[in-house]
C-alpha cells in the first residue's frame, strides 16, 4: 500500500480524497491543515484516522510514504519545502510555484534529498490525453502546424477570492493559463518565440489573457484564458494531413475526434470514472514502486521548462508576485 497524506483541506483537495479512492494500492491517511478545526473536519468527511493542526506535524508523520499539496498557489512553494523536510515525497498542485527560481529550489531539494517530487499536471496522466499524444507521434495528422486552446470561466470572483486575490497568486494564467500552455507542450515542447497580452483588473493580476506561441518548425499556437467570461474550453492540434479535436473540456474530455484528409472523421472515447485525478495519483505510485524520483509523464525538466514559459508571458502582461 502506498499511504497518502493530503496538505490543506479546500475543494481540490477534496475531489482529490475522493479519487483516491479509485487508484488500486492507494490509503489515505492522514490530513494536515493550519487549523485543527479544518483539519479534523476533513478527516470526519473523509474517513482519514489522522488529523494534523500543521504542515510541519504532517510531514513528520512516519506512517505517510508520499503528500499531495493542495493549497492556494502562493503557499506551494513553503508547504512542498516543509514535506520535502520531512522525508516525504510530493505531488505538489500545479503549478508549481509562482515563478522559476521557487520551482527550480524544489527541484533541487528534492534531488538532493533523493525524494520523489511531481507537479500535478492531471492532464499529463490523462490515458486519453495520453493516447491522442501517441497517434500524433506516429503520424496520424501530419507534421503538426498549429495547436489552438482556450479555458476561460464566467465568474464574477469577488476581490479576496484566490482567483484575484495576489497574495494567493490570483490571475487566470497561473490557474488556468497553465493548460492551454502544457498542450502546446506537450505535443511540440518549448517554443522559440513568444507574445501575450492581457487586461490586468484592479489587483493588478491578469483577468484575460492571449499567447500566441511559435517554433522554428513554423508550427504556432494560439492559446487564451480568462476569467471574465465562460469559453468553450475546447483545442485543436492540426497538421499536414488531419486535426485532432479535443472537446469540453479538453484538459479531461470525454472523448477525441481524430479527421484524417479523406476519411471519416474517428471518436476516440474515454473512461470518466471518478474525476480524473486518479490518474496522476496512480503515476506517483508507480513511480514510487519504480523508485523513482521524478515520472516521465511529468518530468522535472518540463515542469521547470513551462514555469519558465509562465515567469517569460508573466513579464510580457505586466504581472508580478513579488
Not at 113 to 139: H, K, S
Request: glycine residues 10%; aromatic residues 6%.
Amino acid at each position: 500500500m502506498t499511504r497518502w497524506g493530503i496538505l490543506a483541506t479546500g475543494n481540490i483537495a477534496a475531489r482529490f480524497a475522493e479519487d483516491l479512492r479509485l487508484a488500486p494500492g492507494a490509503e489515505l491517511v492522514a490530513v494536515g491543515s493550519r487549523t485543527r478545526e479544518s483539519a479534523d473536519l476533513f478527516a470526519r468527511r473523509h474517513d482519514i484516522p489522522r488529523a494534523y493542526a500543521s504542515w510541519a506535524e504532517l510531514a513528520a508523520d512516519p506512517d505517510v510514504d508520499v503528500i499531495y499539496v493542495a493549497t492556494p498557489h502562493a503557499a506551494h512553494h513553503e508547504a512542498a519545502l516543509t514535506c520535502l523536510a520531512g522525508d516525504k515525497a510530493v505531488l505538489v498542485e500545479k503549478p508549481c510555484t509562482l515563478d522559476l527560481p521557487t520551482t527550480t529550489e524544489l527541484v533541487e531539494t528534492a534531488r538532493a534529498r533523493g525524494l520523489f517530487l511531481m507537479e500535478a499536471m492531471w492532464m499529463r496522466c490523462n490515458p486519453l490525453i495520453l493516447r491522442v499524444l501517441e497517434l500524433i507521434r506516429d503520424g496520424a495528422i501530419g507534421e503538426v502546424t498549429h495547436i489552438r486552446a482556450d479555458f476561460g470561466a464566467a465568474g464574477p470572483f469577488p476581490p479576496e477570492h484566490r482567483m484575484r486575490a495576489r497574495t494567493l497568486g490570483g490571475g487566470a494564467l497561473l490557474d488556468l493559463g497553465v493548460y492551454p500552455l502544457s498542450l502546446a507542450h506537450l505535443v511540440l515542447g518549448t517554443p522559440q518565440h513568444v507574445q501575450a497580452w492581457a487586461k490586468l483588473g484592479p489587483e493588478k493580476v491578469d483577468e484575460n489573457t492571449g499567447m500566441v506561441l511559435g517554433w522554428d518548425s513554423g508550427a504556432v499556437a494560439t492559446l487564451s484564458c480568462g476569467m471574465v467570461g465562460a469559453t468553450a474550453i475546447t483545442a485543436s492540434i492540426t497538421g499536414t494531413t488531419g486535426r485532432m479535436d479535443l472537446p469540453e473540456p479538453f484538459y479531461r474530455p470525454g472523448a477525441a475526434v481524430l479527421h484524417r484528409a479523406g476519411a471519416e472523421p474517428e471518436t476516440i472515447p474515454a473512461d470518466l470514472t471518478g474525476g480524473g485525478y486518479q490518474h496522476e495519483a496512480i503515476e506517483v505510485q508507480r513511480c514510487l514502486a519504480a523508485g523513482l524520483i521524478e515520472s516521465p509523464l511529468v518530468p522535472h525538466d518540463t515542469t521547470l521548462e513551462l514555469m519558465g514559459l509562465v515567469d517569460d508571458i508573466k513579464a510580457r502582461i505586466g504581472v508580478s508576485y513579488a
